[in-house]
């Protein structure tokens, strides 16, 4: 299905959104080292890129998608940014949560279009989950203690001028005052480490409490995530793959007390057929796996970045 806007539903009103259902594909490694691959894109200190200086500050989101590095255009054709932003319903002047907004990709997207008038808070995981991973190292754990003043040094490092606010906070110890303050959270590729590791922590319960009461009645909560075919044996498709069944997630918003509004196929992607040897990071841009291996790295490349289920929910006012 074509992708659907959902601005009207915004002012009230629920959309049917597209169906997706999709199965998926290939080769498990090992869960542990893809995981470290995604953590390490998520908590690497990331320089200021030569061109951020000169990204528009304001304007129009096309214009701003144009700036970006070329490097970050070139995943457009599989991350889709603004048919994604333009079916989640985010525009100039909102207060905007970033689950895991690590270096940043969606981060430099999303200041500049959110405005003078807008807020972009970035929020990483609970403390606490970091040293499940069991692969980072004590200086990376301490780092997590003071990962807030980090990351905002960095953010607002890669504009002259950042129009939108920027400010952020853990999983696990919101802030009284983004209290009932935000009109939009976004979950890009955020949720499968936090549902992995669910029952030793209640992370993903946690998460969505969070974001509920940081949430304006009537806010609403887009998700992009990594998806599992529905038949996956559940013991795989618990996010230590990567991927995360539909139903699943549905289920746990739901179950937090947000209403599903809709979903589209904006981001499915038919290649990617995954089984239950395989982990999402043996794709693109991971190529988890594959490093000595030139032909399995061209068969990875070949299927492309995971299919991904695109979901839109609301609290309710």
Same mark, same amino acid.
């Given at each position: 299905?074509?992708?659907?806007?959902?601005?009207?539903?915004?002012?009230?009103?629920?959309?049917?959104?597209?169906?997706?259902?999709?199965?998926?594909?290939?080769?498990?490694?090992?869960?542990?080292?893809?995981?470290?691959?995604?953590?390490?894109?998520?908590?690497?200190?990331?320089?200021?890129?030569?061109?951020?200086?000169?990204?528009?500050?304001?304007?129009?989101? &096309?214009? /701003?998608? *144009?700036? %970006?590095?070329? @490097?970050?255009?070139? #995943?457009?054709?599989?991350?889709?940014? $603004?048919?994604?932003?333009?079916?989640?319903?985010?525009?100039?002047?909102?207060?905007?949560?970033?689950?895991?907004?690590?270096?940043?990709?969606?981060?430099?997207?999303?200041?500049?279009?959110?405005?003078?008038?807008?807020?972009?808070?970035?929020?990483?995981?609970?403390?606490?989950?970091?040293?499940?991973?069991?692969?980072?190292?004590?200086?990376?754990?301490?780092?997590?203690?003071?990962?807030?003043?980090?990351?905002?040094?960095?953010?607002?490092?890669?504009?002259?001028?950042?129009? &939108?606010? /920027?400010? *952020?906070? %853990?999983?696990? @110890?919101?802030?009284? #005052?983004?209290?009932?303050?935000?009109? $939009?959270?976004?979950?890009?590729?955020?949720?499968?480490?936090?549902?992995?590791?669910?029952?030793?922590?209640?992370?993903?319960?946690?998460?969505?409490?969070?974001?509920?009461?940081?949430?304006?009645?009537?806010?609403?909560?887009?998700?992009?995530?990594?998806?599992?075919?529905?038949?996956?044996?559940?013991?795989?498709?618990?996010?230590?793959?990567?991927?995360?069944?539909?139903?699943?997630?549905?289920?746990?918003?739901?179950?937090?007390?947000?209403?599903?509004?809709?979903?589209?196929?904006?981001?499915?992607?038919?290649?990617?057929?995954?089984?239950?040897?395989?982990?999402?990071?043996?794709?693109?841009?991971?190529?988890?796996?594959?490093?000595?291996?030139?032909?399995?790295?061209?068969?990875?490349?070949?299927?492309?970045?995971?299919?991904?289920?695109?979901?839109?929910?609301?609290?309710?006012?």
């Amino acid at each position: 299905m074509s992708n659907i806007s959902l601005r009207p539903m915004i002012a009230g009103l629920l959309l049917a959104g597209a169906v997706i259902s999709l199965s998926a594909c290939q080769s498990k490694e090992s869960a542990e080292a893809g995981s470290a691959a995604d953590v390490a894109q998520t908590t690497q200190t990331t320089a200021k890129t030569a061109s951020s200086g000169d990204m528009p500050q304001s304007g129009s989101l &096309a214009a /701003i998608l *144009a700036a %970006q590095p070329a @490097a970050v255009q070139a #995943r457009y054709a599989a991350r889709h940014p $603004a048919e994604t932003l333009d079916f989640f319903g985010i525009e100039p002047g909102m207060n905007v949560l970033e689950a895991l907004p690590g270096g940043g990709w969606y981060t430099k997207i999303l200041v500049p279009y959110l405005g003078s008038e807008g807020m972009l808070v970035g929020v990483d995981y609970d403390q606490a989950l970091f040293p499940l991973f069991g692969f980072m190292s004590a200086e990376q754990l301490k780092a997590k203690e003071t990962w807030v003043d980090t990351w905002l040094a960095d953010a607002r490092s890669w504009f002259n001028k950042p129009v &939108a606010s /920027i400010d *952020a906070f %853990q999983f696990g @110890a919101l802030p009284e #005052r983004f209290e009932g303050e935000l009109d $939009a959270a976004l979950f890009i590729r955020a949720l499968h480490n936090m549902a992995r590791f669910e029952e030793e922590g209640g992370f993903l319960t946690a998460s969505l409490m969070d974001t509920k009461a940081a949430l304006k009645p009537g806010g609403i909560v887009g998700v992009v995530q990594h998806m599992a075919p529905e038949d996956a044996a559940d013991d795989w498709a618990d996010g230590s793959a990567g991927y995360l069944k539909k139903s699943f997630v549905i289920g746990e918003f739901e179950a937090a007390g947000f209403e599903f509004v809709g979903e589209s196929d904006i981001n499915v992607n038919p290649m990617d057929q995954p089984t239950g040897d395989d982990i999402v990071w043996r794709l693109p841009p991971t190529l988890s796996g594959s490093a000595d291996d030139p032909q399995r790295a061209a068969e990875m490349s070949a299927i492309g970045e995971s299919s991904r289920m695109t979901l839109l929910f609301r609290k309710p006012e």
